[in-house]
Antibody, heavy 122, light 107 residues
Framework: QVQLVESGGGVVQPGGSLRLSCAAS????????MHWVRQAPGKGLEWVAF????????YYADSVKGRFTISRDNSKNTLYLQMNSLRAEDTAVYYC???????????????WGQGTMVTVSS | DIQMTQSPSSLSASVGDRVTITCRAS??????LNWYQQKPGKAPKLLIY???SLQSGVPSRFSGSGSGTDFTLTISSLQPEDFATYYC?????????FGQGTRLEIK
């Protein structure tokens, strides 16, 4: 079945770094754009970043631009989020999500992973 | 950025009730509007895309309507499994933005 499984979350000090991974299965990963979306504890949803199906274009929320990097390895069916210079306000559950349309950037998220928690605290 | 405002923020209803949640965009987004359901501790689930198209596998009691700046999500007859938080999201432009959520509780 179509599945996304995140990993790599944990506790990190302010200013530290973390790399999240999202393993995809059950669909042709290389045909779909992918996103990261986060949710701070008790709060709503915030889109973080997008990467095109072939990795040729990447877009970021202003709140993470210059600090986070989205990437993908289509040979491994895996999406990544490299997070540097982490701040307390980056504390959240991070979800990877699949774009609904092939070879497109519809920004409709039809499949989500279970999420991985990132806590930035000293 | 386009601001999305949902109303109400919370709602109490009974099984079998018809429920409507409203979402308003700060500027016209045509029909680039999606609805998600989220249960506690779980990932969001896509219910409606392009304002009124039902995602595969979603029960037909869910429906969406609207265009421009005003949109609605309707649940025709509430079931016990529908008590959750609902989010609208615009996909008209980057960054995609979400409403603050509507928490649907059991009366």
């Amino acid at each position: 079945q179509v599945q996304l499984v995140e990993s790599g979350g944990g506790v990190v000090q302010p200013g530290g770094s973390l790399r999240l991974s999202c393993a995809a299965s059950g669909f042709t990963f290389s045909s779909y754009g992918m996103h990261w979306v986060r949710q701070a504890p008790g709060k709503g949803l915030e889109w973080v970043a997008f990467i095109r199906y072939d990795g040729s274009n990447k877009y970021y929320a202003d709140s993470v631009k210059g600090r986070f990097t989205i990437s993908r390895d289509n040979s491994k069916n895996t999406l990544y989020l490299q997070m540097n210079s982490l701040r307390a306000e980056d504390t959240a559950v991070y979800y990877c999500a699949k774009d609904r349309y092939e070879y497109s950037s519809s920004y409709a998220f039809d499949i989500w992973g279970q999420g991985t928690m990132v806590t930035v605290s000293s | 950025d386009i601001q999305m405002t949902q109303s109400p923020s919370s709602l109490s209803a009974s099984v079998g009730d018809r429920v409507t949640i409203t979402c308003r965009a700060s500027q016209s987004i045509s029909s680039y509007l999606n609805w998600y359901q989220q249960k506690p501790g779980k990932a969001p689930k896509l219910l409606i895309y392009a304002a009124s198209s039902l995602q595969s596998g979603v029960p037909s009691r869910f429906s969406g309507s609207g265009s421009g700046t005003d949109f609605t999500l309707t649940i025709s007859s509430l079931q016990p499994e529908d008590f959750a938080t609902y989010y609208c999201q615009q996909s008209y432009t980057t960054p995609p933005t979400f409403g603050q959520g509507t928490r649907l509780e059991i009366k």
